[in-house]
């Protein structure tokens, strides 16, 4: 008996059926919520960790040397990093004379939230630029010369070399206040089962809000010899998705080439996955039903339909090869370069596969059998519109 799809009249949410990996330590649980909230479903894989502030000896050893002389110029960064250094000055009992260096010194504040963060410490910025561009900030400060003055910068992660190296070309005497230092995480696994889904495509985009996270996750393919593996899959069927342009660089410079939004956010960044995602999806007219092949599902006039990872593994040779036979030979081929539970060494495996194909998809017409030859979609139109 042949089961009808029946068309959801629910509109589907822009991700439904595609899998995002986050890499984030700190929001992380913000952003899968807003990923979650448009459909898609989350595989958490930290890929740094936090170094909390009162433990810091790093930050601690900064924070006294910036008090120890007058200060000429600070520059924050981040209104997070510049409120946590506060914060962690105060519980050091340095809160008092840390201050007071810093209400005789020129503020620069890159962005709105660090000139918050400025602001709520009683200070007063001198100068803030509009694009929230460390190179901008670099600009101002060259302008207003830095031959012999002693500028503070206040880092937010990873250090700025070729920030702190200029600014010591030209003349300048410069400390660098390392706040919420990132190091790799104290476990690994989630960030490797994350590594293992990407490898096999089972993960249809990664997203990176900061560039320790994308040096530590290529870091650790290398240590696991999963290197050219993920690079393979970064730079093609897995969509990588930045909040900016730091974010990204330890990836474009090793040819991955990530999506970002207009402004560095989170919501940005969600919106970004929302519409090239779905962009990627491949559209079919099979045995009069619109089929659009996702990630992890399969949208059948409308309705959605989770589809295995073996199963979605079979899909994707056929699709590869619309309305054509593809041989039990290849569909075997497409199976082992899974990494799902179907690793059958015959036939039967295929067999089986493509009966659960038909199962999840609710219409067993879609995928024909061709008597001693193989299988194929009964394909009357196919589109695909890549991103």
């Not at 990996?21 to 899968?32: H, I, K, M, Q, Y």
Request: proline share 6%; hydrophobic share 45%.
């Amino acid at each position: 008996m042949t089961t009808t799809a029946v068309a959801s009249d629910v509109d589907v949410p822009p991700l439904a059926g595609f899998t995002v990996g986050v890499t984030a330590a700190r929001r992380a649980d913000e952003l899968a919520a807003l990923i979650e909230r448009r459909g898609a479903a989350v595989l958490h894989g930290p890929a740094i960790r936090i170094v909390p502030l009162p433990d810091d000896a790093e930050l601690l050893a900064a924070t006294r040397t910036v008090t120890e002389q007058p200060v000429d110029v600070v520059v924050a960064t981040t209104g997070i990093g510049f409120r946590g250094w506060m914060e962690a000055a105060e519980g050091w009992g340095l809160g008092a004379p840390l201050l007071g260096r810093l209400q005789a010194a020129k503020v620069v504040a890159r962005g709105p939230k660090a000139r918050g963060a400025v602001r709520a410490a009683g200070l007063v910025e001198t100068w803030s630029p509009d694009s929230e561009s460390n190179a901008e900030v670099l600009d101002h400060l060259l302008g207003s010369g830095v031959d012999g003055r002693r500028v503070v910068v206040q880092l937010h992660g990873e250090p700025l070399p070729w920030f702190v190296s200029t600014l010591r070309r030209s003349g300048a005497e410069v400390v660098e206040v390392p706040v919420y230092r990132w190091a790799g995480p104290d476990d690994a696994a989630p960030l490797d089962r994350l590594l293992d889904a990407a490898v096999a495509r089972q993960l249809d985009a990664v997203t990176f809000t900061s560039a320790p996270a994308a040096t530590n996750l290529l870091s650790r393919a290398r240590e696991t010899g999963r290197y050219d593996a993920v690079l393979d899959a970064l730079r093609s069927d897995v969509l990588v998705a930045c909040v900016g342009s730091i974010t990204a660089g330890p990836l474009a410079r090793v040819g991955i080439r990530p999506v970002q939004p207009e402004r560095a956010r989170l919501g940005g960044l969600v919106r970004a996955l929302a519409l090239e995602l779905p962009a990627r999806a491949r559209r079919l007219r099979i045995a009069g039903r619109d089929v659009e092949v996702r990630g992890q599902a399969v949208l059948v006039d409308g309705d959605i339909r989770p589809v295995p990872p073996a199963p979605m593994a079979v899909l994707r040779a056929l699709v590869a090869n619309p309305g054509r036979v593809v041989s039990r030979q290849q569909l075997l081929l497409a199976l082992r370069g899974n990494s799902g539970r179907e690793r059958g060494g015959d036939e039967h495996a295929v067999e089986t596969a493509v009966g659960r194909l038909r199962a999840a998809l609710g219409e067993p017409r879609l995928v024909q059998t061709v008597v001693k030859r193989g299988y194929r979609l009964a394909v009357e139109h196919a589109t695909v519109v890549r991103g």
